[in-house]
């Protein structure tokens, strides 16, 4: 059966309840999304509050990464600690708070300062939702609701460009970025009001063991003769060992998903796709584009990145992880080096200018399908159930690390390399991104995450020459 025809059956074959846990779950990516697309429009007007240099504008930007990698760090030990779904309500408040805190800052240094603290909060949820999603999520249809998360973060940056373009000073004669940043309030305050209808995570519950508590959770989302079985399997698995901690991680049936999951976390973000997410406007601008034009033209990106999105969640089933990755980034190669081209030649406000605005989208089309989701689906599959919160974090981290450091020197780099050699060295990340995906990533497609474990400790007996947690082609190792 296809992956539309699944879906097309869904009710019949899976509670309703699995879909609506994914989608409040999801909503933590809808946070996620928002900051990082509204901070692109903003940065064309926050200039004329405070002066900024290239610098640092490239502070305010990234100044919500470093809040970030505190979430990241923190958010996965917290949510083996205090559960999923209290960890959601916890990030949903600090993303309130500091929406508000942004919006009154009086000066730079209060502006980033909150930006700081709001980055706490876009680390924890980058966490809590995608494993809240695999952890409930049947594993026949775990890749399609996993990449709920990823849907609501290209919602979520859609939704931030459509309100810079509506709090555009050119339209509303206010000082529409602190509008723009204000908004931000709105979907935190869905998201918390979401969590009442949150059950807490099966496995965080049969964990600690509270299994009354997790048979009734699970006898809303699975059919009732699934229910014991399924409590068994997770039961089995988590008497193995004792409680992991970070050191566990560096255990030799753990490296193979460690090295996985923190190479696809640097390169998601090396690749350069929130060079285009921050800056598309200020790019748009310095070819040629208006301010007005260059929102516009960021709101086409927007619908690129969801409707992509939504292809990838009809695919990630059908084809698998490791296809959708390794044709992804083969074309982001691609269509980086033509963007990188379109600052050579000259006439960049005429048709030249459409054509790299075109490469632009393209770019961020084949991202959609394969790196964003991907990546974010995979770190909540290939770990093991005692450390999967730790590990997710460790990766998290890496992930939120690179950006940082993408986001802060992306700037600099074009003043100083220019444009076209700057997408023209993303592009050759994005080439070394093919080769590690070919080369250590598994795929997980179909398989339960007991069975993803049992798999990990059963290479590692092997030896280590037995490969990773599996062999590319999706079947276990020899």
Known sequence: MSVLDRLANAEREHSRFVYVIAAIAALNGLL???????????LLYINESFALSPFLEGVVTSSVLVGA????????????????????????????????????????????????????????????????????????????????????????????????????????????WRWMLWFGAVPAAVLALGTYYLPESPRWLIEHDRIDEARTVLSCIRDADDVDEEIEDIREVSEIEEKGDLSDLLEPWVRPALIAGVGLAVIQQVSGINTIIYYAPTILNNIGFGNIASLVGTIGVGIVNVLLTVVAILLVDRVGRRPLLLVGTGGMTVMLGILGLGFFLPGLSGVVGYVTLASMILYVAFYAISLGPVFWLLISEIYPLRIRGTAEGVASVCNWGANFVVALAFLPLINRLGEGPSFWLLGGFCLLAFVFIYSRVPETMGRSLEDIEADLRENAMMGPDSGSVESPAGERSD
């Open 32 to 42: 996620f999304g928002f900051d990082v697309g509204v901070i692109s429009g903003a």
């Open 69 to 176: 990698m505190i979430g990241a760090a923190t958010g996965g030990t917290l949510a083996d600690r205090f559960g999923r779904r209290r960890l959601t309500l916890g990030g949903a408040v600090v993303f309130f708070v500091g929406s508000f805190g942004m919006a009154l800052s009086p000066t730079l240094a209060w502006l980033i300062g909150w930006r700081v603290v709001e980055g706490v909060a876009v680390g924890v949820a980058s966490i809590v939702g995608p494993l809240l999603i695999s952890e409930t999520a049947p594993s026949d249809i775990r890749g399609a609701l996993g990449f709920f998360q990823q849907l609501m973060i290209t919602v979520g940056i859609l939704l931030a460009y459509l309100i810079n373009y509506v709090f555009a000073p050119e339209f509303l004669g206010i000082i529409g």
